[in-house]
């Protein structure tokens, strides 16, 4: 835990930092703005300060301009003066800012028989943005389907001809596909990478640098605040069979908005996802389903009174929650958003009531089918209750229409829900049988369908390729609600996939401990 000396050491040291960019910043700005530069050399460009981190700083203008250029230069690659490399970056930029570019761009690269040409393994730089670019596919993009195919049998061997640099950005992207990764660790990551490019421009690399240090010195702090919320609650002695899992919480919270303007939000939402975290484990393992109903009962009140309806054990949990959400409600009442703390209120009690029909399988004995396990356990996977939360931190772009948006759980949230779930099971789900846990999708979906477990993983391949193709159509304009809303339910699915491609990396932190310390813990040598 960081002391009050420490901290005001390192808000002196963000300060400095903070004048130490001003200056990189207008000369990045002017690079940006510069009106002569060719525009596939400028949406390249874009890309740096996309895949650095920095773009934060500059959204309106990069907006500004990705429009301009789509909309006045439809024939962009008309013809075949364009390499497979500046193709995939472009389509990938322009689908990342839901801009729709045709995935016929591509063609040109293709076969008559639809398979992409074996020249292009030449081109190893150009065989990975491909790869990359791939990861936005929508439903029906079957070029896009077998450019991923293509590029995933091959890109492994062509790694092993290519330089070091270029055979460990293979390696990361194999592991860690751009699509699919927090934010703030794939910065980190393309930093390193971009240093030892010969083509580096070094005023964009200085400014990532010192950017970069300058926002881990906040998060660092915001941390300091989590570890402090978690001793003063005295949870390691009060509730000794929960999780202490801030940190973790913390790195999911930190991909939804890591920008230095939403830091008070930053924090109230890893609380949130503390005592969420601290609510699954107790109807997951500890309690009675009566115990249960009296905690969701005393929830749905929302005041003090209600912890004398409690047992002992869960008075400091329930007090905690209710102080939490007391915050909420004084935070949005000074920035205008009261009206957001009733959607809050709910997307949590319809959480801990659907853990309680969880447990319910469970003490029954029974395995229900896939569809009705879905039908309560997609509710589970929390994100609804975050991403409600999250909107009321967001400013005015979130009004009471885009909560009434995300309450009647539209195509996108189906989509993180199946993302969320699924690859919590697929990691989790033998180690929650072993201890009599209630069934997961995989036992369901197994049972039903008599399938094994293997046959049952390679469905659930397809269900989840379906959804993050739902997530990229749903965030392509126009959209319902405003696409900065959108981005934050992307980002709040890309840690999904960081936390538990090779484990239950939430419950277990040894699988993700060095990107944390990446994140947090070390800055970048300057």
């Not at 751009?178 to 660790?185: A, M, Q, T």
């Not at 009705?372 to 996977?381: D, F, G, L, Q």
């Not at 180690?431 to 036992?443: D, I, K």
Request: proline share 4%; net charge negative.
């Amino acid at each position: 835990m960081m002391c009050s000396t420490e901290f005001f050491k390192q808000s002196q040291v963000f300060d400095s930092l903070t004048k130490e960019i001003d200056p990189l910043k207008e000369k990045v700005k002017d690079m940006l703005m510069a009106s002569a530069v060719d525009p596939i050399e400028k949406v390249k460009l874009i890309d740096t300060l996309l895949r650095l981190g920095v773009s934060y700083h500059f959204e309106n203008d990069i907006e500004n301009q990705l429009a301009n250029i789509f909309n006045s230069h439809q024939n962009l690659f008309s013809g075949d003066g364009h390499d497979l490399s500046s193709t995939s970056i472009v389509f990938r930029v322009f689908r990342q800012y839901g801009f729709k570019m045709s995935c016929d761009v591509f063609n040109k690269f293709t076969d008559t028989d639809g398979k992409f040409k074996e020249a292009l393994m030449d081109d190893v730089k150009g065989m990975l943005n491909l790869y990359e670019a791939a990861f936005l596919r929508i439903h029906g993009e079957n070029v896009l389907e077998e450019a991923l195919a293509f590029t995933t049998a091959n890109l492994k061997s062509l790694a092993k001809k290519s330089s070091p640099n270029l055979a460990k950005q293979i390696e990361n992207a194999l592991d860690q596909p751009l699509n699919k990764c927090p934010p703030r660790l794939a910065a980190r990551t393309y930093v390193s990478f971009y240093e030892e490019e010969e083509s580096r421009n070094e005023t964009l690399l200085k400014f990532a640098k010192l950017d970069f240090n300058r926002v881990q010195i906040l998060h660092k702090q915001e941390l300091s605040q989590m570890a402090r919320f978690w001793d003063e609650n005295k949870f390691s002695s009060e509730l000794p069979y929960a999780r202490e899992r801030y940190v973790e919480g913390y790195t999911w919270l930190n991909s939804v908005f890591f920008e230095p303007c939403y830091t008070k939000w930053r924090v109230i939402l890893t609380k949130i996802m503390v005592l969420v975290s601290i609510l699954d484990d107790t109807f997951d393992a500890y309690g009675t389903p009566e115990e249960h109903q009296r905690l969701i009962d005393a929830l749905k009140r929302w005041e003090m009174s209600a912890l004398d309806e409690v047992q002992d054990y869960t008075k400091v949990l329930c007090k905690a929650v209710l102080i939490v959400y007391d915050e909420i409600a004084e935070e949005a009442e000074k920035e205008g958003r009261s009206y957001g703390v009733p959607y809050a209120k709910d997307a949590l009690i319809r959480l801990v009531t659907n853990y309680q029909a969880e447990l319910q399988w469970h003490h029954d004995g029974c395995v229900p089918t896939f569809e009705e396990y879905t039908s309560v356990a997609m509710k589970t996977s929390t994100y609804d209750t975050f991403i409600t939360i999250s909107y009321i931190g967001m400013g005015k772009m979130a009004g009471i229409e885009a909560f009434e948006w995300q309450r009647n759980d539209p195509k996108i949230m189906k989509a993180l829900n199946v993302i969320g779930r699924l690859m919590n099971d697929i990691v989790s789900h033998k180690f929650e049988q072993s201890r009599e846990h209630a069934p997961s999708s995989v036992e369901c979906y197994m049972k039903q369908h008599n399938l094994s477990e293997e046959l049952t993983l390679k469905e659930f391949e397809k269900l989840l390729e379906d959804a993050w193709k739902d997530v990229n159509e749903e965030c392509m304009r126009p959209t319902v609600v405003p696409r900065d809303l959108l981005l934050r339910q992307l980002n709040f699915a890309r840690p999904s996939y960081f936390f538990y491609k090779h484990g239950d990396g939430y419950t277990h932190p040894e699988f993700v401990k060095d990107e944390i310390c990446a994140l947090f813990v070390d800055p970048i040598p300057i």
